[in-house]
């Protein structure tokens, strides 16, 4: 059964950092694209970042791009989401998802399986 599992948020300062992991199973993780979506409470979930299968292209929402970074470990089928310089405006629920296509806008792309997992929650203090 397709299962994500995220884990890693937690309440910091502004510009502190953290480090999201997932860790995927019931599918070809190796093989298939990678994508971090978020969420506020009474806002739509939006993709944020994502990488292809070999780890060899990743994108970037805008609002994230260069203080964020998303890397995966296929031998362990895991992703991970290294946030740096938080901003108060970084906090929401974060998933991880598989999509059909990593694209260079983030925010356009769609989970690949119709499934989530709990999500983690990250909280910025200002």
């Known amino acids: 059964q397709v299962q994500v599992a995220e884990s890693g948020g937690d309440l910091v300062q502004a510009g502190g950092s953290l480090r999201l992991t997932c860790t995927a199973s019931?599918?070809?993780?190796?093989?298939?694209?990678m994508g971090w979506f978020r969420q506020v409470p009474g806002k739509p979930r939006e993709g944020i970042s994502c990488?292809?299968?070999?780890?060899?292209?990743?994108y970037y929402d805008e609002s994230v791009r260069v203080r964020f970074t998303i890397s995966r470990d296929n031998a362990k089928n895991t992703l991970y989401l290294q946030m740096n310089r938080l901003k108060p405006e970084d906090t929401a629920m974060y998933y991880c998802?598989?999509?059909?296509?990593?694209?260079?806008?983030?925010?356009?792309?769609?989970?690949?399986?119709?499934?989530w997992g709990q999500g983690t929650q990250v909280t910025v203090s200002s």
């Open positions: 990488l292809n299968s070999y780890g060899a292209r990743e």
């Open positions: 019931g599918f070809a993780f190796d093989r298939s694209d």
């Open positions: 998802a598989a999509v059909s296509l990593c694209l260079s806008s983030p925010g356009e792309m769609r989970p690949k399986f119709d499934r």
